[in-house]
Structures are given as structure tokens and as C-alpha cells.
């Protein structure tokens, strides 16, 4: 009897509950959309495509699904087919903008002159996220836990000089842990990177006397294992004791990460150490008259809390487009993904670092150029 | 019109062809209701046969050109392709190459020879591994096993050869080769001494012997399912005959059946490396690729395949790179063209003893 009496009850509530959430969403809809037309539908309409970097695919997906919120008639879609091919295809002047993790080269940028309307193509950053080096170690390692480093050991074990998790080296920075004699398998990416690339040069420039390579986007030498694609590399740091490796700290899951010693103190992968790395940094000298915003990421930093590996990530855009529907269409967009909304979207869904400050203003600065007439 | 009046004259022709092959063949007792079909009297046929040995003959000459077609399509597509890597200047090409490479290569050779290393290595241990797993297989099912027993593994093996290279990677670099790693310690630390087993073993396994592993275990469905047809196709007299002789069903199998399949299984065998040189996708989920020529199979990050390289670098690669790429592939073409050429030397010899 108690029991039916219950059922009943459970019942009758959630039947209003669930009337009560869809009257909500019929409620909800115009209204959403009459302040979307009033606010910042600025009767944006068609279909647009990107293409590029795999890094920035959840942070674009995040703002399209949210753009698309505000601009009923805008159709997006990102291919994220890796910087390479994104920016061949822009050059191409199929796509209406490109996301990278390489800044454009000269050779590019002469290139856009003939599918730009005037001018030529330039990069803004708009995904900035840290790097975490990553590791899988029984009894050590686990979500929220640290291992102390600093850059020359980081350098000396992906570098293969290190072998052992107990090596003297790693113990005199990691005085209260009890590190096994475990060896240490070392995880890289196996396919091109701007991962490596970011990762390579923080190891050159912060570790220069223990890191003898120059940074690129391929993994220099023939140290553990490679594995292709973040994911790849996620995937063989799990299936081993001892493994190390670097990934987006958004996929650390519930491996331990290395804290980096910068100046005195050592700093754990976090957003918001990272955005600050990236808003200090000084830029990429650029000729006069160039919209382009380049951050020289001082991957050597000694500020006291700034998370130095960090991987900045650009969209390239033309200044004017021969389709002006399209140029109108890029300049709403990329103020949206670079407006405190928008970065806070994508930080909320991929752990990326939000920007803000100087170095979004000045990359707002050269989007609003964009001619949209 | 002319249509129909084929398709007519086709109607009353056809059972008459059909009636003079199975004649020549075994020249069966009821051939047909006209006793004339079973001898070799082609006079009622004649008015079709003509028109109809063309069209077949055309039909034919067509199918052997489209094969030719095809293969020389691809031909033009890879060198077109792959051209400006050839035809571009030095410095250029040579920066595509370190850039493809990481620095370690900054000529084509330099780029495609630890590749080509790689690739025949990987695919001629994954041979070497499946074919005797595979003919013992194949003895089993046709010499062995009971009636259904047989029913069974007969449709395991078809179904095994059925799944997607794919499926295989995904449980490979996912189940298999992590699970591995206890015995690959255990054969480097008992045959370390031997410079191909030299440890220490990576950990994960993802290395020379398991993607041969893996590639094995693709290929071996192939090689089953073609030799275990050719062991039942032995002349049941040969066989009874060597029984009778008083030989065991061991030297029965060695004298008949073994040498009557040899040809068979070579060809079966090369097919499967084909497979195994232009697998892609499970290799690339289970091989940690690097780019040099070494032997030591239980070690991560020594070697890397054509196909699974191409595939790892194509989505990053620029304009110049992909031609590079694409010659690498003209080179697996003409690898894989070499070793069917190979075969077909061996088969002929096989086939003619």
C-alpha cells in the first residue's frame, strides 16, 4: 500500500516537473530568439566553412553551437583536418577562415594576396591552452597529483638520459615522494604537431644546455615510443606503468602532472598560469601596417605563477574578402570567439586558458578591420 | 532491334553451348532431349555461334583492357603526383623532407629507405608467422577434423578474413598488445642474445613484432581459406594410393598433398603479403613508428610502414608534402608490382614440377 501510495506521489511529480520544464522551453524559444535579433543577429546568413587545426575543434564546436544560438540563419562547419591542410585549403579561398597552430609564413601570406580582396592574410590567436607534461606511475601518479621538475630533468628525460623514475635527479626535486626503479618509457606524438612544435620549444628555450634540438613539429629523436594524435598518446600512457608523455592538460584524466619549476617555485598545468604566460609575452615583430598578432610565447619565463608550456593557437582571416557576405560574416565571428564570452565558452568546454587583456584587444583590433561591406 | 534479335538468337544458342562444354567435359548421359548435343556436331548451332563467340570475345578483350586501364590510371595519378617532389628545387624539396622527417632525412632515398626497410620487414615477419600457422590450419580442417568441427572452423576462418583491418587495429593497440608485454619481457630477457630480441622490451609493446603480430593474424584467414581449398582438391587416387602403399596419413599428407598444393600455396601466401605490405590502419594504431634500419623488433620507435606513414602524415601535410608522400606510395606500388612478379616466377616453376 505505502509503496503504491509512493509510486503515486513520485509520479504526479514528475509529471508537473516534466510539464512544467517543456512549458519552459516553449516559452524560452521566442523569446531567446527576439532578444537574439535584437542584440547581435546582425543578419549574418548563409553557410561558412573552416577548416584546420584538430587542436581548436571542441573550442569551435563550443562557439558554433553558441554562435548559432544568436544567428539563426548562420550554417558553420569546421573541418578539422590539422593545420597544414586548413591553411592549404583557405589558400584556396574555400574556406572562410583557417584555424593553426603554426603562425602563417611568408610564403603564405604572399600566397592570400590573390583570394583576398585587398591585402593580405593575416592570424590572430584565439585558443590558447597549457601543456601538460603527464605521467603513469603505480602508486604515484593520479588525478591532482604532482611530481616537481624542472626544465633540464624534463629535457634530459625526453631525451633518453634519464631512464629510471628513481634517477638521483628526479628524487633531489621530489624529496618526500618514494619513487620505484621503474623505468620510464617516454610518450610522443608520431604524426606532425603544434604540440611538439610548443613543446620542443620550451624544452630549447628554457632547458637549452640538456635540449640539443631545434623546436619543430616533428618529434626529433628516437626516445620511447610515438603514438598519433593526442589521443594516441593519452591511450599508450595508459596502458603501461612508467610512461610520460604531453597532451592538452584537459586530457589528463586521472594521470598525475609534472608541476615546472619556474623561477623558484614549481607550477602545476593550469588555465588560467597559462593565459598569463601567453598575455606577458611579447609579440611577433610584424612589418607596418600588418594585422598580424603573433605571441612569442616566453616559454623561458621566471614570473613568479606563469605555466610556461603553453600551445597558442591562431585563425587566419583576409583583411577584405572578395564575397563581402563572407567578410561580414568572419569579422562577427572571430569578435565572438575572441569577446570574454566566447573564450570563456571554449575554457568551459576544452580547458582552455581564457584571454583577455592586451593581447585581445589588439587582436580585436586588426578583426574589426575586416571589411564587411 | 538489333537488341532483341541478339537476345532471340542468344536464347536458342545457349543451351546448345551449354550442352557442347559440359560434353567436352565429362560428357554426361542425359546431355540434353536432342541426342546430336552430346556428340560434337555444332552444325544446328552455327547461325548464332559466331555473332555470339564475338560479343563474348569482345566482352573479354574489354575486361582484361579496363584491368590495364586502371592500374596505368594509377600509375599517371602517383607520378603526376608525386612529380613536383622530383622536379622542385633542392632546397625546397630537401626542407619538405626534414620537415616530413623531424631533420633526420633531406633527400627522397634518405625519406623512403628506413620506410621501405619497414615495410618489408614488418609484412615478411607477418608472413613468416601466419603461413605456418595458416597450412596447419588448413591440414587440420581438410585432413583432421570431424565433420563438424570442420562446418565451424571452415566458417570461422571465412568470417576472421571478413573483418576490417580496422577492427583489428582498434583490438590490437587497445587489448593485444598491452597484454602482450609479459612475453615479450620474457623472450628478450631468455633470447636477448639473439641481436632481434635484444630488450629491454617497450612497455606498451607497440612494436615491430606486435604489428607483425596483429598483421599475422589479418593475413592468416587468407592463407587458410585458400590452402585448406587446394588440400581438398588433392586427387583422392594419389591419396589412396599412397595409403595403400602403407604410408601413415603424415607421409600421405607429404606425398600427395603437400607437393599438389605447393603452387597454391605460394600464390595464396603472396596475396596475403600484399595485404600485409599495404595494411594501413592497424598498423598505424599499433606500431610506434621511427625512421631507421634496425633489427631489434622488441624495441619501440625503430621502424614505420609506407601506408601507415602516409596515413599519419597526410592530414598535416602542405601542397609540396604531399607530393612527397605520394612518391613514397609510387614506391609501395612498385614494391608490391615486384612481389607479385616474384610470385608469379615461383608459381610457374611450382605448376610445372
Redesign the interface.
Known amino acids: 500500500m505505502h509503496s503504491t501510495k509512493l509510486k503515486r506521489l513520485i509520479a504526479v511529480v514528475s509529471s508537473f516537473a516534466m510539464m512544467a520544464a517543456l512549458s519552459a522551453c516553449g516559452d524560452n524559444t521566442p523569446v531567446d530568439s527576439s532578444s537574439a535579433s535584437k542584440g547581435k543577429n546582425s543578419g549574418i546568413s548563409g553557410e561558412f566553412h573552416g577548416a584546420g587545426a584538430?587542436s581548436q575543434q571542441g573550442a569551435v564546436e563550443a562557439w558554433i553551437a553558441t554562435y548559432q544560438n544568436h544567428n539563426r540563419n548562420a550554417k558553420i562547419a569546421y573541418n578539422p583536418?590539422?593545420?597544414?591542410?586548413g591553411?592549404?585549403t583557405f589558400l584556396t579561398g574555400a574556406t572562410a577562415w583557417a584555424g593553426t597552430d603554426a603562425p602563417l609564413n611568408d610564403q603564405q601570406i604572399e600566397q592570400s594576396k590573390t583570394i583576398c580582396k585587398s591585402g593580405s592574410a593575416f592570424d590572430v590567436p584565439v585558443y590558447v591552452s597549457p601543456i601538460a607534461v603527464m605521467f603513469n606511475l603505480k602508486g604515484i601518479s593520479g588525478q591532482g597529483k604532482h611530481l616537481n621538475m624542472d626544465a633540464a630533468v624534463i629535457a634530459r628525460i625526453f631525451d633518453g638520459k634519464i631512464t629510471q623514475w628513481n634517477d638521483e635527479a628526479i628524487k633531489a626535486e621530489n624529496p618526500k615522494v618514494n619513487l620505484p626503479a621503474t623505468?620510464i618509457?617516454v610518450v610522443h606524438r608520431?604524426?606532425?604537431?603544434g604540440t611538439t612544435n610548443n613543446f620542443t620549444s620550451y624544452l630549447k628555450a628554457a632547458a637549452p644546455n640538456d635540449w640539443g634540438?631545434?623546436p619543430?613539429?616533428?618529434?626529433?629523436n628516437?626516445?620511447?615510443?610515438?603514438?598519433?594524435g593526442t589521443d594516441?598518446v593519452v591511450?599508450?600512457i595508459g596502458?603501461?606503468?612508467?610512461?610520460i608523455g604531453y597532451a592538452d592538460l584537459a586530457k589528463a584524466g586521472t594521470f598525475g602532472t609534472v608541476s615546472v619549476k619556474v623561477g623558484a617555485d614549481y607550477v602545476a598545468p593550469a588555465s588560467d598560469a597559462a593565459a598569463k604566460t601567453v598575455n606577458a609575452s611579447p609579440l611577433h615583430a610584424v612589418p607596418k601596417g600588418s594585422k598580424r598578432v603573433v605571441v612569442n610565447v616566453e616559454y623561458a619565463t621566471t614570473v613568479a605563477g606563469d605555466y610556461p608550456i603553453v600551445s597558442s593557437s591562431y585563425a587566419v582571416a583576409c583583411p577584405a574578402y572578395k564575397d563581402a557576405k563572407t567578410g561580414a560574416f568572419v569579422r562577427d565571428w572571430l569578435s565572438y570567439v575572441l569577446s570574454d564570452s566566447g573564450q570563456k565558452v571554449a575554457a568551459d568546454n576544452t580547458g582552455s586558458a581564457a584571454l583577455g587583456g592586451a593581447l585581445t584587444q589588439k587582436a580585436l583590433k586588426s578583426v574589426n578591420t575586416i571589411q564587411a561591406k | 532491334m538489333a537488341n532483341t534479335s541478339e537476345s532471340s538468337s542468344a536464347g536458342q544458342a545457349m543451351p546448345v553451348a551449354v550442352g557442347q562444354i559440359s560434353a567436352g567435359l565429362s560428357a554426361p548421359g542425359g546431355g540434353g532431349t536432342d541426342g546430336r548435343r552430346n556428340g560434337l556436331d555444332f552444325s544446328d548451332a552455327k547461325p548464332g555461334r559466331h555473332s555470339q563467340d564475338k560479343i563474348f570475345h569482345a566482352v573479354a578483350v574489354g575486361c582484361g583492357a579496363l584491368i590495364l586501364v586502371a592500374l596505368g590510371a594509377v600509375v599517371l595519378f602517383l607520378l603526376l603526383r608525386a612529380w613536383p617532389i622530383f622536379a622542385g628545387p633542392q632546397a625546397k624539396t630537401s626542407a619538405v623532407f626534414a620537415s616530413l622527417s623531424g631533420g633526420k632525412a633531406h633527400g627522397f632515398w634518405q625519406y623512403v629507405g628506413p620506410l621501405v626497410f619497414g615495410t618489408v620487414v614488418i609484412a615478411a615477419l607477418a608472413l613468416a608467422i601466419a603461413f605456418f600457422v595458416a597450412v596447419g590450419v588448413a591440414l587440420f580442417i581438410t585432413f583432421y577434423a570431424r565433420k563438424r568441427i570442420q562446418t565451424v572452423l571452415n566458417y570461422v576462418v571465412d568470417l576472421l578474413a571478413a573483418i576490417p583491418s580496422v577492427i583489428y587495429g582498434l583490438w590490437g593497440a587497445l587489448v593485444l598488445v598491452p597484454a602482450t608485454y609479459p612475453f615479450w619481457n620474457w623472450v628478450s630477457a631468455h633470447l636477448g642474445w639473439i641481436p632481434l630480441f635484444a630488450g629491454p622490451a617497450a612497455n606498451p609493446p607497440r612494436t615491430v613484432a606486435s604489428a607483425a603480430v596483429i598483421l599475422a593474424i589479418m593475413i592468416m584467414p587468407i592463407i587458410t581459406s585458400m590452402t585448406r581449398d587446394i588440400f581438398a582438391a588433392t586427387p583422392r587416387l594419389n591419396q589412396e594410393a599412397a595409403l595403400a602403399l602403407g604410408a601413415t596419413k603424415w607421409e600421405m599428407i607429404k606425398l600427395t598433398a603437400l607437393p599438389f598444393a605447393k603452387s597454391g600455396m605460394v600464390s595464396a601466401s603472396m596475396l596475403a603479403l600484399g595485404r600485409a605490405l599495404g595494411e594501413t590502419m592497424a598498423v598505424m594504431m599499433v606500431l610506434s613508428p621511427g625512421m631507421t634500419y634496425s633489427w631489434h623488433w622488441l624495441q619501440a620507435s625503430k621502424s614505420q610502414t609506407i601506408a601507415a606513414n602516409i596515413a599519419a602524415q597526410y592530414p598535416e601535410a602542405d601542397s609540396l608534402g604531399v607530393s612527397a608522400l605520394i612518391a613514397t606510395g609510387l614506391v609501395l606500388f612498385v614494391i608490391t608490382f615486384v612481389v607479385n612478379l616474384l610470385a608469379r616466377r615461383i608459381t610457374r616453376k611450382g605448376g610445372a614440377r
Open positions: 584538430s583536418s590539422g593545420s597544414g591542410a591553411v592549404s623505468p618509457t608520431s604524426d606532425k604537431s634540438f631545434q619543430q613539429e616533428n618529434w626529433p628516437e626516445v620511447g615510443q610515438a603514438a598519433k594516441g591511450s599508450s596502458q603501461a606503468d612508467g610512461t
